[in-house]
């Protein structure tokens, strides 16, 4: 399996605080991983470096089969190259309905004034009909998205990213808030997706992380302290010690 993303000995301080330290690792083609490690670990951070939001002090990330530098990219280069990332908190329209919300996320350069406007193509309407289908919205495309469950408007926002077509998607904490049938329906969407493109969780909740079985990156002060599958990393006593212990 060849790397769509590999993060090169990185570290960035902030205030004389180094948040992520000589960190190292990668994702291969349409893998799903999951990151864990206890509050201050670095997760948010290595999140905000991979999307461009925060620049390392050292260090590099290459990109896809080209193996491009992310490095001095912007945020929106690296989202048009590919790089999708959905926070805790979901951030969809509230006043628009599930339809409208896709419709405006899809890949395109309009402007959001002029998507209310344009008028979609039939090939347009099919790809949201089918990203629907696959976050299980289908049925209530006409639903006001501010009237959705927690969970519901999670699957939204990660459809309105599908939408764009990335090939890496990072998802931040997505089982938070959500009942037992929406956070085992998560990771059959997770699942789902990684067979098409490569998934990032970044995660507190070690059932929903057993439930994607999958392989484990565990962070502690910034940098790898253990990998592997979850009952492997379970054992590491390291990893018992600052995260799993508390």
Not at 148 to 166: R, T, V
Request: aromatic letters at 6%; one cysteine or more; glycine letters at 8%.
């Amino acid at each position: 399996m060849s790397d769509i993303l590999e993060v090169r000995g990185i570290s960035v301080s902030f205030d004389g605080f180094k948040a992520i330290n000589n960190l190292s690792f990668s994702i291969g083609q349409n893998e799903l991983r999951a990151i864990i490690g206890p509050n201050g670990a670095g997760k948010t951070t290595l999140m905000d470096i991979i999307t461009g939001k925060t620049k390392p002090d050292i260090g590099d990330i290459r990109w896809g089969k080209n193996n491009i530098s992310l490095i001095k990219k912007s945020e929106t280069q690296i989202a048009q190259l590919g790089v999708g990332r959905k926070f805790q908190k979901p951030t969809v329209l509230e006043y628009q309905t599930v339809e409208e919300n896709l419709m405006i996320s899809l890949k395109n350069s309009r402007e959001f004034i002029q998507t209310l406007i344009y008028k979609y193509t039939e090939e347009e309407f099919t790809r949201v009909n089918e990203v629907a289908k696959l976050i299980k919205l289908n049925k209530i495309l006409n639903k006001i998205a501010g009237e959705l469950s927690h969970g519901q408007k999670q699957w939204l926002e990660i459809g309105m990213l599908l939408a764009q077509d990335p090939s890496l998607l990072l998802v931040d904490e997505p089982a938070a808030g959500m009942t037992n049938s929406e956070r085992t329906d998560t990771a059959t969407l997770l699942k789902e997706l990684s067979k098409t493109r490569s998934v990032v969780v970044v995660e507190h909740d070690m059932d929903f992380i057993r439930q994607l079985n999958c392989k484990v990156t565990v962070l502690h002060e910034g940098s790898v302290l253990a990998e592997g599958n979850l009952d492997h990393v379970s054992k590491d006593n390291k990893v018992i010690e600052v995260y799993l212990g508390r």
